[in-house]
């Protein structure tokens, strides 16, 4: 028997504390938990003999057994992400434009999101909103060589394609395992036989990377994780292989490994309402890099609004403190960056996510410089496309599109109180009605000319469809009055209820109501400028547990172009005067409509989508969980459609006026002007006689 074999025990743990007293330096310099004493012991402090005690140990190979066993049952080091990469990460040419050794004090804010990373820091969701070219992508490639040299374990790399994963192991990974000593002794070449590493999968001790494409579901469930790089989100698609959202699918991988997971997600945001990144960041603590100021050491985080430059001058840009209003020259730049800090301006729903936003404005001396930044903004006025990309890539933001609609904010400042329930301008009424699983929403609506309009009404109607006391109280709403502020007393003209949900129960109540009072109707997608409603169409109605063929009457309203007008009416700019007139189409809200009915309102925007084969149609997209204000909009504003509003005459606004006994001054002019017998263009020589009858409305009693 050899000596080595003689004696085991002693021989291995020598050359085993050798290893940990000297072999790990780094790790022993940052005050992590490894014993350098000739008494070697597991994590709880019992000697290692007496886990040993009994067995065989003579015997080729127990040496190095009991090393990775050792190994195996050392705790994760005490060393965080940031200083892992500034002792081992190397740069290389073909990745960076600056290769050499990785220093955290070149971009210092990147240092606590990299220590988000690491093993001790509770934090188990990170999100980086962040413009283009900050050096996210690089904290996530320290992130994977640390996990490959210290904290090994399997880890999931996304991105948005396949084939950008396979890009992104050739151009980035790669140089980052072969310029890296620590890393490249860890991960065999990859053109040694049964190595482990190929272009999506790169094995180590202790664990795995696995890159894959956000379009790919069989890659996104292929293992377990218990960390996972989600890079650019934005760009993934809505649907990993119609099976789901590739980011919830990524998540799921990570379940098993409950509090000692971690996931990053990395993006350049894109638009407001569809932007992954900027939901995620809005759910977190919403953290800021706050600087100080070089002149007053006011601490403040960088926004577009105070870079500031002289007309069509952009080489004059400066930054303006927010305290003390003194312009900053960019040199100034790296000490700012320096003396930053991280500040949380919101509260976490989740207690263990947290979230970062950074703009180019921080990019350091060298990279994206101030004066640039002015450059590319001011070369992107004129085009929806380069101010979008100015504005996802310099700034770090979500870009809002045109079909937007305001800020709710604005429409609370322009609340306004009412003189009675109907101020004098509302000649008619009619309702929405939203049906929902536990509540009927009615909004009530006034109209008057050109189509300008007052919210006279919200009410909330408790129970839901299966309830019958619910839709009780609903046919109450017809016999429900309106004080005008002449005094008129005024009723429904219409109301317009949406079949979506438990339509059958919605045609029964609306064939009992009958079609003069009660138009059901059902929303489509896209745009009809032409007649934004049509029908009705007959359609089966179940009454009494009885099937009526054509029992009931629907109509179709093309929701899209109803949203794109009321947010155009709500954009409408108020006159400076008093007691001038709103313009066409101004849309009233009294000062009892509270945040969250404004919130709802707006709940909505036009976006652009574009399909495979880059053609592009405009959708309307949630911005958030509850519509019901905006929905109940559409509807009432379908049954004054569908009353004939938009095609009242001057007699009938004259009638309704005379009924609710509001003097407006005469628009038709007293003396016909002399007409000329020679035809002119665009003009009909002989008014036609109109195919309807102009009927007194009953709104009014």
């Known amino acids: 028997m050899s000596e080595s074999s003689s004696t085991p025990w002693q021989t291995s743990g020598s050359r085993l504390n050798d290893e940990e007293r000297f072999g790990d330096n780094q790790t022993q310099r940052s005050g992590g938990p490894l014993r350098a004493t000739n008494d070697p012991s597991d994590n709880e402090g019992r000697p290692t003999a007496d886990l040993t005690e009994g067995l065989d140990l003579g015997f080729d190979g127990a040496e190095d057994i009991l090393r990775v066993w050792r190994r195996g049952i050392r705790p994760d080091p005490d060393l965080t992400v940031s200083q892992w990469a500034d002792a081992h990460r190397k740069l290389s040419s073909r990745a960076s434009a600056e290769p050499g050794q990785y220093r955290t004090s070149r971009t210092p804010y990147l240092r606590a999101i990299m220590d988000a990373l690491s093993p001790a820091h509770p934090a188990q969701r990170i999100t980086f909103m962040k413009a283009a070219q900050v050096g996210a992508t690089e904290a996530g490639n320290n992130w994977i060589g640390f996990v490959i040299h210290h904290a090994p374990g399997p880890m999931l790399a996304v991105l948005p394609t396949v084939e950008m994963a396979k890009r992104t192991s050739r151009g980035r990974i790669d140089p980052l395992i072969e310029d890296s000593p620590a890393l490249k002794e860890r991960v065999q070449p990859a ?20 890159l894959t494409g956000a379009n790919s579901a069989t890659g996104l469930r292929s293992m377990p994780a218990r960390y996972v790089f989600l890079d650019e989100v934005d760009a993934y698609p809505a649907s990993a292989d119609e099976e789901g959202d590739p980011v919830s699918l990524a998540e799921a991988r990570t379940t098993t490994f409950a509090h000692r997971r971690k996931v990053f997600m990395v993006s350049t945001p ?22 100080p100021c070089p002149h007053c050491d006011a601490m403040q985080w960088l926004q577009f609004e105070r870079l500031r430059w002289d007309k069509g001058q952009p080489e004059t840009a400066a930054y303006h403190c927010e305290g003390c209003e003194k312009p900053i020259a960019e040199h100034h730049k790296t000490q700012m960056l320096e003396r930053g800090e991280w500040r949380a301006t919101a509260v976490s729903a989740d207690p263990n996510a947290i979230g970062f936003h950074l703009s180019a404005l921080y990019s350091p001396i060298g990279w994206k410089s101030w004066e640039q930044i002015a ?22 933001e979500t870009w809002v599109e045109s079909g937007e609609a305001p800020e709710w904010q604005r429409l609370a400042d322009q609340r306004e109180p009412f003189a009675a329930q109907v101020p004098m301008g509302g000649l008619f009424l009619t309702a929405g009605a939203d049906v929902q699983k536990d509540r009927i929403e009615v909004d009530v609506w006034a109209w008057g000319r050109g189509l300008e309009s007052w919210l006279v009404d919200h009410i909330v109607i408790p129970g839901g469809p299966d309830d019958p006391a619910c839709w009780d109280s609903l046919t109450a709403l017809h016999g429900q009055t309106w004080t005008h502020e002449n005094g008129a007393i005024m009723t429904l003209a219409k109301l317009a209820i949406d079949t979506g949900y438990e339509s059958a129960a919605v045609y029964a109540w609306a064939r009992k109501q009958g079609i003069a009072q009660v138009a059901p109707v059902k929303g489509l997608e896209g745009f009809n400028r032409a007649t934004p409603v049509s029908g009705p169409t007959f359609v089966d109605a179940t009454v009494n547990g009885r099937k009526l063929k054509r029992g009931a009457r629907l109509w179709t309203v093309a929701t899209a172009t109803f949203k794109a007008e009321t947010y155009r009416y709500l954009r409408l700019e108020r006159p400076d005067e008093p007691d001038a007139a709103a313009p066409a189409g101004t849309v009233h809200l009294p000062d009892w409509a509270d945040s969250e009915w404004l919130k709802q309102l707006v709940g909505e925007q036009l976006v652009t989508i574009r399909n495979k084969r880059g053609f592009a149609r405009q959708e309307w997209q949630k911005l958030r969980e509850r519509n019901e204000a905006l929905d109940t909009r559409v509807y009432a504003r379908a049954a004054a459609w569908i009353l004939g509003a938009d095609r009242f005459d001057e007699r009938m606004w004259r009638q309704l006026e005379k009924q609710a006994g509001v003097e407006t001054a005469a628009i038709a002019q007293s003396a016909e002007t002399e007409k000329s017998n020679e035809p ?19 709104y009014m009693e």
């Open 191 to 210: 053109r040694s036989r049964d190595a482990g590493n190929s272009m999506l999968s790169k094995e180590f001790p202790g664990g795995i990377l696995v």
């Open 270 to 291: 894109t638009i407001r309402g569809l932007s992954r990144i900027e939901r995620e960041f809005e759910a977190s603590d919403q953290r800021r890099y706050f600087v």
């Open 375 to 396: 450059r590319d903004w001011l070369a992107a006025q004129g085009s929806d496309e380069m101010l979008r990309a100015a504005r996802n890539t310099l700034l770090g």
């Open 680 to 698: 002119q263009a665009g003009r009909i020589a002989a008014p036609r006689r109109r195919g309807w009858k102009i009927s007194t409305p009953k």
